[in-house]
């Protein structure tokens, strides 16, 4: 049972009965300034709304009360977040800002003007940094007219944002329909280009934090229709990592990177030194991405310097250490994996997602028309998380509730309708890329990608291109790509029995092992009843080296358990959900409360004579006097 668009008000585009559509809120349309802006985004296919002005959601689908395998639709589900108390604009109240707090935007540049046009305020507010209420600043960030959060800064460099209030960028309203915006790290140098004339500026909301998660919801209205999109962070390590994922997110066809001069490291020091004119010109002046395929050391000086000052540095593991001490993985490679048939290929690769993923929250896209129907995949997903059977005996409703969100939040499955050619697929893991930030693609198996092989081509010429194209994808979208492929019919021994193949008995060629930058066998010994995992290839000896792992493989929730002959197997029973959950705790933790160390009141950043220092120069144990 359902009903129509038109009983909620909502006006679909004439002739529109499927995809995606925007139009005019009726919600909000009759309070907003923008009668042009169409903010209510509609899934046809799957009959739901969002504004993304008020924040108005809804199905035109009603239910009956469903049995436990239709229970809680995921995708009807909004996440209910704090707001803020709205604080009074400053050309209400007059004396919003103390003069102290004028002069120390004025000491960097920034005029009342810009402050009043920003909504910038001032007060009191209890900093966990320092267990007491600090005199602060405050950035109030606003989406339309409605305050979604706030960052309070102290003289000192201590931010906190409000707990359980929605992440967004900074000054969002400014960039709605402009051609280009400016995106910076932090939103002094957001007011600093504002001050320069340039109002199509956002900043990120939590410094320089690769976890782009915020973006998912503004992608689509603030970001698709831009034409440049200026990056402008700071250039140490941190603010490098983070300029590589918004470029990763945007696409570097459309990126420009600002670039301050040796002396500045930021805008706002770029401002204070240079002035208006000159950090207009750093804008105008910033190149387009380099020509593809032609690098100079300044390209990567960033990832230089930290293998300089950090040496060469393992990389990400999935929890069980005789694999671990084998192979570590990496974004920008490439890894295969084969093994004959009935030997575990695919269920170890959603062993390896599952951990990367709960460990490092990793999202995953998957193209595997061999584990499919689609649900019988995710069901086996599942087992893997909770470390229960899918079923309604062993499984409870509220744990496949939250599994099914896990799910939805950071699993993807990629079943194009038109064409299964790699190319295609492709598109469609750069669009994931782009809109929710995955770091794997899974495909599962090769021999279902569907050929472009031409007739003057041979079979090792294909094969050789087709995995320079999957890797040259993984490098330029920062991916591991994971390809399982068949081998070819394996002999039997002379006991009957058949051997763990190689990567050179893939189907087809010996690219497979030549050009794979990880390589992995899963070989299941059915005399002594368990799994061996052989990792014959690692390209870079940092990362790992040759070896075998041997696992016993639980049938009842599909997990790999380290085995070793003598010792008892451990097997894991218990749900990842915690662990998955305390990880993404703890990453909204870090991107809401920021905290930056103190500096020492001698260096350079802050003096006594900083108008918002005083908490340096005051005893610890007096709260600061409000300021006005």
């Known amino acids: 049972m359902s009903k129509s668009y038109s009983d909620f008000d909502i ?131 606003y989406r339309g007219e409605t305050l979604v959060n706030v960052k309070y800064r102290t ?86 990592v983070l300029r590589d994922e918004l470029i990763r997110r945007f696409g570097p066809e459309r990126c420009r990177v600002i670039e301050y001069g040796a002396d500045c490291k930021d805008a706002n020091e770029h401002l204070q030194r240079y002035g208006k004119d000159s950090l207009l010109k750093c804008l105008y002046d910033a190149p387009e991405m380099k020509i593809e395929g032609v690098f100079t050391v300044s390209d990567f000086e960033g990832s230089l310097d930290a293998l300089f000052e950090n040496g060469w540095q393992r990389g990400v593991t999935i929890g069980h250490p005789n694999f671990d001490a084998l192979c570590s993985f990496e974004t920008k490679r490439l890894c295969i994996v084969t093994g004959i048939p009935g030997s575990g290929k695919s269920e170890f690769i959603d062993e390896i997602a599952e951990r990367l993923n709960v460990r490092y929250g990793w999202r995953f896209a998957y193209f595997s028309p061999e584990n499919a129907p689609l649900a019988y995949h995710a069901s086996k997903l599942i087992e893997k998380f909770t470390g229960k059977r899918f079923s309604q005996q062993t499984l409870s409703h509220l744990e496949y509730k939250r599994v099914k969100e896990h799910l939805e939040r950071d699993f993807f499955f990629i079943s194009p309708s038109d064409s299964f050619k790699v190319d ?142 003598g010792e008892a197997p451990q097997w894991d029973n218990a749900s990842h959900l915690d662990q998955a959950k305390a990880l993404r705790i703890q990453e909204a933790k870090d991107a809401t409360q920021i905290v930056f160390p103190s500096p020492n009141i001698q260096e350079a950043q802050i003096t006594p004579n900083d108008p918002l220092s005083y908490a340096h120069t005051e005893a610890v144990t007096d709260a600061p006097p409000l300021p006005f």
């Open 11 to 141: 006006q679909i585009p004439y002739g529109k009965t499927s995809g995606k559509a925007k139009t005019i809120c009726p919600q909000c349309h009759d309070k907003r300034r923008d009668k042009r802006d169409k903010s209510l985004s509609v899934n046809l296919d799957e009959g739901i709304w969002h504004c993304h002005y008020c924040g108005w959601s809804g199905t035109i689908k009603t239910k009956d009360p469903e049995p436990w395998h239709n229970h809680a639709p995921i995708r009807k589900q909004a996440k209910v977040y704090r707001l803020p108390e709205t604080p009074k604009r400053p050309e209400v109240q007059k004396h919003a800002l103390s003069d102290k707090a004028l002069a120390w935007f004025a000491s960097r540049g920034i005029s009342p003007q810009t402050l009043t046009d920003l909504r910038i305020t001032e007060g009191l507010e209890f900093m966990p940094q320092k267990g007491a209420p600090a005199n602060t600043v405050q950035f109030n960030y």
């Open 155 to 240: 003289g000192d460099k201590c931010f906190k944002l409000v707990s359980g209030a929605e992440l967004l960028p900074y000054n969002i309203n400014a960039i709605g329909g402009t051609k280009e915006c400016i995106i910076t790290e932090g939103e002094m140098d957001a007011l600093s280009f504002w001050e320069c004339g340039r109002h199509d500026v956002v900043s990120v909301p939590n410094g320089a934090n690769a976890n782009l998660d915020y973006l998912d919801d503004y992608l689509e209205q603030y970001f698709d229709d831009k034409e440049v999109i200026y990056i402008a962070v700071d250039t140490d390590t941190k603010g490098v």
């Open 424 to 565: 295609n697929i492709l598109a469609k893991a750069k669009s994931l890329v782009r809109r929710k930030g995955i770091k794997a693609l899974v495909i599962d198996p090769y021999n279902r990608l569907e050929s472009d092989q031409s007739s003057r081509q041979s079979e090792t010429l294909y094969i050789s291109e087709l995995l320079d194209k999957l890797t040259n994808f993984a490098q330029r979208n920062d991916l591991l790509i994971i390809l399982m492929a068949h081998p070819t019919k394996q002999p039997k021994n002379k006991d009957g029995v058949v051997e763990a193949p190689t990567l050179y008995d893939i189907s087809g060629s010996a690219n497979f092992f030549n050009k794979a930058d990880f390589g992995i066998v899963v070989h299941r010994n059915r005399q002594l009843g368990n799994v061996e995992v052989h990792v014959q290839k690692v390209k870079f000896r940092h990362l790992g080296e040759c070896g075998t792992a041997t696992f016993l493989y639980n049938i009842n929730n599909g997990r790999y358990t380290p085995f070793s002959a």
